[in-house]
């Protein structure tokens, strides 16, 4: 079913609204609360076009910076606080089947982007024009499709904007296959070998890609991937702890506690208790190192560099120490 106008704001403490395939409404629709006291885990694919205003979304941890003409892309399983937002936004929502059968790599649009000129003027018109659409026809063969060609068109269009002209290495393609295991993988084990065996490779050659890319080993890569899901179910829900530990596969709370404190440098108990201040003024202020482009399967990158060079951050730098950086 194609949503047939704006998602209206849902009750305070409720999910964020779920589209059925694909649906556009305000970025204060998606707060669990009007005051976004807490991150949102997102359940939904999407795309977030900021139209008015100034402020800055924090996004798996992560400031950053937000004004007329930016675009957030985020995955389903991130979480998303926009805590007093100054700035209003357009959101496009839709679900992985609205896209069977396009040929889009939902992997290439970047986290973050600036628009500017002719790419600002052409994302604008998609993303109104698809509100209108959402609004003005209703749920019907040609509505649907008419929808789901308009998003892919948006889409693909982003990845033209976004693509690296660079040509791939073997240690990319090494790397985004290793991460896809991690994706499915990351519950049920942390070991190397596991996952070299799966890929019919040796821990060397994951090893090797994996610092190619990232600058941080195989086995690293894995923690900070458990660690950073550890730290969304703190912020994002009020499941015990020892109920986050035992789906993070550890058996005993104890295990799971001091993986966590070596990871992120604060315990899960202090992690939890900081996720109602706003992130500028937070004394545990991780954030995400690399970055799943969804809950399901994707490769892992670091948030993604503004097109003019710089990084999306104040004074140029991430709001503060990574997740697995509390270990040498």
């Known amino acids: ?18 589209p059925d395939e694909i649906a556009t409404f305000a970025l204060a629709d998606l707060a669990g609360d009007p ?7 997102v359940e939904q694919e999407l795309l977030i ?20 003409g930016t675009l957030l892309r985020v995955r389903a399983g991130q979480v998303l606080r926009c805590a007093g937002p100054q700035f209003d936004a357009t959101v496009v929502s839709w679900v992985p089947e609205a896209l069977r059968g396009f040929d889009v790599d939902l992997d290439a649009p970047v986290t973050w982007r600036q628009l500017a000129g002719e790419d600002e003027d052409a994302v604008i018109s998609e993303v109104s024009q698809l509100a209108v659409d959402c609004q003005r026809h209703p749920d019907s063969h040609p509505a649907r499709a008419l929808l789901r060609h308009q998003l892919a068109v948006l889409l693909l269009r982003l990845t033209l904007a976004s693509a690296d ?20 993988g990351y519950p049920r084990s942390r070991r190397v070998e596991d996952y070299a065996a799966g890929l019919r490779c040796s821990v060397r050659t994951l090893t090797r890609a994996c610092l190619a890319v990232t600058g ?7 923690d900070e991937r458990v660690a950073l899901q550890a730290g969304r179910l703190l912020a ?46 937070r004394v545990v202020r991780p954030r995400a190192p690399a970055e799943p482009t969804g809950a399901n399967g994707g490769r892992f990158r670091p948030l993604a560099e503004p097109a003019n060079g710089g990084h999306p951050g104040r004074s140029g730098s991430p709001t503060g120490p990574a997740l697995g950086t509390g270990r040498a």
């Open 49 to 68: 076009l900021t139209t008015r205003g100034h402020g800055d979304a924090e996004l798996d941890f992560h400031l950053l910076p937000c004004r007329p």
């Open 35 to 41: 005051g976004w006291r807490r991150p949102v885990l």
């Open 236 to 281: 994002a829900t009020d499941q015990p702890i020892a109920q986050i530990g035992r789906q993070l596969g550890f058996s005993e709370p104890t295990n799971f506690g001091r993986f966590f404190t070596r990871e992120v440098g604060v315990s899960p108990g202090a992690f939890r208790a900081a996720r109602d201040q706003p992130a500028a003024s």
């Open 216 to 222: 941080r080993s195989a086995k690293q890569v894995i």
């Open 165 to 184: 002209r660079s040509a791939p290495r073997p240690e990319d393609e090494t790397f985004h296959r290793f991460c896809q295991e991690v994706e499915h």
């Open 1 to 18: 079913m194609v949503s047939t106008g704006p998602t209206p704001a849902p009750p305070i403490g409720s999910a964020p609204p779920v």
